[in-house]
């Protein structure tokens, strides 16, 4: 008995041998659990080839997480990273430098920055407000200085938001038409975003009280209640303290540019005529055995203001600015680039500052001023901190401060060995040279040696670090944006070119010859008009950008 079946030969010319006509049989639907288990292992298979991992789209999808990567985590690691202390700090072996970073004109955007309202100011405060967060939490994070201090400029429109206008002050020529409904709680509001940006560390010692031009204005353009609101929150804006051997001196430099109202000028100047007198003695105690700290007039002085000293109009500011080579000299609404000459000095006379550093021109400078009394005196000019104030890479200043003298003397610390070895990075060979066995020291391995810094020179070293260029990211990302359109829209149209190739079609023997037009199967081509490529190139950037967005969502949520 045949156990086959002999299928009939089948009829080469019958119309449906290639072109079977779609069933209409109900018989061939399938249940909903059979449907999933196809659907699953389907993409299982898919997502399992070596040929989907390599496709072009995942290829972008991993060049657009590392790019992500790289614009919100690795360019700040590094860049704190390359001002790590004992990367620039040159000092003699055994000395404990006391640090601290200065911060400049952080300045929040609020409605008073920029005219425009909506979506696009919101934008630019969440973004400004990361940058200063970030930038504050790395500081502290990686650098960890005793002390941060701040230069003035809190806000940006401080000086607007009162309840009550200050008789004689003019209004601001560019007013917009709804700042008048904002007042004093526009301002607590701002407070407490303030505190939320810049949080201050456990055990770390923070002055906020330097007032700047933006929080309660200039000179004769001050606003007492606004003043006297930025004392009750944030401190006194005249103060001296000490630490790490020196003394450091706030000075409030835009009330006392005032010289028409004495309840203006009066508290700053009272406080600057104070400081010809030394500070009262602390008393200290050490094994049992009390006695008196020694006196800040021998300690050198650091001055803390926000407008920086007169200097002439071409003097060179350094390598280290972005704009121009100096700081120009002019005045405006409510500010002034430099003090004027005669107040610089008085203010030299009095406070007896070998280091000044100051703030409001949002970029970096450094200049000697050479005063009698105390020979030449060092200004930094510090860059603003934040992204929005004109500079492309804003920036704080690092401050090492080390008084071995004062150390010496206090009775505690005991003496240091100037002589020893330097502070600085050694190969292994070079440590064998100058510390090894007698039989394998030789001088002439040894690490070149810094310039011994000793108690009578200068006893700070300050460093700019500079933060990383948050439009040089924005840019980065827009034009790796345009890109991976063009290279989509390339790759789209390159494989709609290689779908509609015909192939050949099977044949057998015995089946009739066939002409030469009629030995491929031909599918309909594609319509390939402007509206299919665009439909087909917004799915795969939707595919991409899935990917691509939300990893960069989740790195601003963790940081």
Known sequence: ?????????????????????????????????????????????????????????????????????????????????????????????????????????????????????????????????????????????????SEAHFLGDLFDGGREWVSEETPGVPRDPHEQKDWKWYGNEYWMKELRRFEGIFPIPSGVRVKTGLPGNHDFGFGKGVKTSARGRFEAFFGPSNERWEAGNHTWVILDGVSLSNENDPAVYGPPREFLESLSHPMQKKKLSHEGV??????????????????????????????????????????????????????????????????????????????????????????????????????????????????????ADDGIHGTIDQNAAAHVAETPAELTARLGPPEERDPTKVAAMPTVIRGGSDTLQAHLCLLPDQIGIFKAYAVCGVLTLLLVTVYVWMRSEEKSVGTALP?????????????????????????????????????????????????????
């Open 1 to 145: 008995m045949n156990r086959y079946v002999t299928t009939p030969t089948p009829d080469v010319s019958s119309p449906h041998l290639y072109r079977r006509p779609r069933s209409t049989s109900s018989v061939h639907k399938t249940s909903f659990f059979t449907r999933i288990q196809h659907c699953v292992t389907t993409h299982y298979r898919r997502y399992t080839t070596r040929r989907y991992w390599f496709s072009i789209t995942n290829l972008i999808r991993l060049f657009w997480l590392l790019l992500v990567l790289w614009g919100e985590r690795w360019v700040w690691d590094s860049a704190i990273s390359a001002c790590a202390w004992d990367k620039w700090e040159r000092w003699p072996a055994g000395a404990t430098p006391h640090r601290v970073a200065l911060v400049a004109d952080p300045q929040i955007v609020d409605i008073h920055t920029y005219p425009r309202r909506g979506f696009s100011l919101a934008a630019t405060i969440f973004y400004s407000d990361k940058y200063l967060s970030r930038a504050w939490s790395s500081l502290h994070d990686k650098l960890a200085p």
């Open 290 to 407: 009390t006695f008196e700290a020694p006196s800040n007039l021998d300690q050198p002085t650091i001055l803390l203001t926000h407008v920086p000293l007169y200097r002439e109009k071409d003097a060179d500011c350094g390598p280290l600015r972005e704009k121009g080579h100096s700081i120009p000299i002019f005045q405006g609404y409510q500010y002034q680039n430099v003090l004027n000459p005669k107040l610089s000095a008085e203010i030299l006379k009095h406070t007896k500052a070998k280091y000044v550093f100051t703030g409001d021109d949002h970029d970096a400078c450094k200049v000697e001023h050479m005063y009698a009394p105390q020979g030449k005196v060092h200004e930094w000019t510090v860059k603003s901190i934040s992204w929005t104030m004109g500079v492309r890479k804003p920036g704080f200043e690092m401050l090492s401060l080390w008084n071995p003298q004062a150390a």
């Open 507 to 559: 044949t057998y023997k015995g089946a009739p010859e066939l002409e030469e037009n009629e030995k491929y199967w031909k599918p309909n081509k594609p319509i390939r008009n402007s509206r299919w490529l665009f439909q087909v190139v917004l799915e795969e950037m939707l595919a991409i950008a899935a990917v691509a967005v939300s990893f960069y969502l989740v790195l601003l949520w963790r940081w």
